[in-house]
């Protein structure tokens, strides 16, 4: 009995997965955009009316099927890691190129909602709300394409070879950014699009 | 062997909570769809986001699994964000 105690304190603390240093990055990221969020509601809160009939514009079922599609790039991710545990470098890599296409899918419908948003005439100038809008949604944009990025040079590293059941630091890594890009959005899509 | 077993666990317990953060977004985009607002929305709504990202940081990131501080950093985090901002969303109320 006393020896389960012990084996699962030792269990418990356990460092994040991943380079440690990755988590220092995540949590300065988590930082800015969590001020970003309360600078948002705070901003609202000023002006509700306003916010309120310029959210009426945004496209809810875009925001929404994106939500979807980065919950399952990251269930995609955590099956990665899970295969390079097994020591399966071919899956690992096939589940983060999944991956990478399904950021691809939530960068095109991006695109088209801000090609939307700009064809209407809307700017960051337009308002508050879209100086918001755009900014916090643009700024999320550029962390999926780095996690792109990072999933790709992680994806092909595994592919080559240079990762195995016994080494992956390196896949974890990548998994952990990447599912701190979908966190992100998790509090972003119902702050933003739902909330009124 | 061990490793392989605790992988096939965290394999089955994911793809639960997968479906699990589908079935909560389901209900987030059907709440925004019926054009309801109010104090109850918002804090329904932030609230299965709250849920959203515990599910995402303590099983797909794995940091149920750590050191108490690296736990208590994600959820400082979490409710101190979504609280905030919940909050000064929740005054703003008429």
């Known amino acids: ?37 309360i600078a948002y509601a705070v901003a609202r809160s000023h002006d509700v009316a306003l916010f309120d009939q310029s959210q009426l514009l945004l496209n809810r079922t875009a925001g929404g099927a994106n939500t979807v599609v980065l919950i399952t790039s990251s269930y995609f991710v955590v099956r990665a890691v899970a295969a390079i545990r097994r020591g399966d470098a071919q899956r690992c890599s096939g589940w983060l190129l999944g991956a990478i296409g399904l950021g691809a899918v939530f960068v095109v419908i991006k695109l088209a909602e801000f090609h939307a948003k700009f064809a209407a005439g809307i700017t960051l100038s337009t308002n508050t709300f879209f100086m918001f809008y755009l900014s916090l949604t643009f700024f999320h944009f550029m962390h999926v394409v780095m996690g792109m990025v990072i999933l ?35 509090i972003l899509f119902p702050l933003v699009y739902v909330v009124h | 062997m061990r490793k392989n077993a605790q992988t096939a666990h965290r394999l089955r317990s994911s793809a ?3 479906l699990l953060l589908l079935a909560l977004t389901g209900m987030t985009i059907s709440i925004g769809e019926t054009g309801l607002g109010g104090a109850w929305v918002i804090g329904l709504v932030m609230g299965i986001a709250a849920l959203k990202g515990y599910l995402v940081s303590g099983f797909f990131m794995r940091l149920r699994r750590t050191r108490l501080l690296w736990r208590l950093l994600m959820l400082g985090w979490l409710i101190g964000v979504v609280g905030t901002v919940t909050t000064v969303c929740l005054t703003a109320v008429k």
């Open chain 1, 152 to 186: 790709t040079a992680v994806a092909f590293k595994a592919r080559r070879g240079g990762y195995s059941a016994e080494d992956y630091t390196g896949v974890e890594t990548g998994a952990s950014y990447w599912h701190m890009v979908d966190l992100v959005w998790i």
């Open chain 2, 16 to 18: 639960g909570i997968w």
């Open chain 1, 1 to 37: 009995m006393a020896q389960l105690g012990v084996a699962s304190v030792s269990f418990k603390a356990e460092n994040p997965p991943g380079d440690l240093a990755i988590w220092f990055f995540i949590f300065a990221e988590l930082l800015v955009f969590g001020v970003f969020f």
